[in-house]
Nanobody, 124 residues
Framework: QVQLVESGGGLVQAGGSLRLSCAAS????????VGWFRQAPGKERDIVAA????????YYADSVKGRFTISRDNDRNTVYLQMNNLKPEDTAVYYC?????????????????WGQGTQVTVSS
């Protein structure tokens, strides 16, 4: 069992930056890929970015390419999402999720463990 805790959300003006952290309760480098998802009110939970167990392979949704960067520090059991040039449409609850397998996946149903979420609000 892996417990995930997100932090780093908050209120920021458009054009600003935030860094989200996802801390795991146990080592996640062993065959665990991690993804960041977000869900705005009334919308589906969508993939934002994902990273494989070694950190070599990443995925980004088109809407965040060039603005967001996912990374991981397996020594600290933590995955980060650096979000730059934030836009009002980035406003959502952000969740991190981990899966038992090393490969990046973009479908939420492929993930086994979820954090409680952290709110990101971008004002115009």
């Amino acid at each position: 069992q892996v417990q995930l805790v997100e932090s780093g959300g908050g209120l920021v003006q458009a054009g600003g930056s935030l860094r989200l952290s996802c801390a795991a309760s146990k080592r996640t480098d062993i065959y665990y890929a991690v993804g960041w998802f977000r869900q705005a009110p009334g919308k589906e939970r969508d993939i934002v970015a994902a990273i494989n167990w070694s950190g070599v392979s990443t995925y980004y949704a088109d809407s965040v390419k060039g603005r967001f960067t996912i990374s991981r520090d397996n020594d600290r059991n933590t995955v980060y999402l650096q979000m730059n040039n934030l836009k009002p449409e980035d406003t959502a609850v952000y969740y991190c999720a981990a899966r038992h397998y090393p490969e990046v996946m973009v479908v939420s149903g492929e993930y086994d463990y979820w954090g409680q979420g952290t709110q990101v609000t971008v004002s115009s």
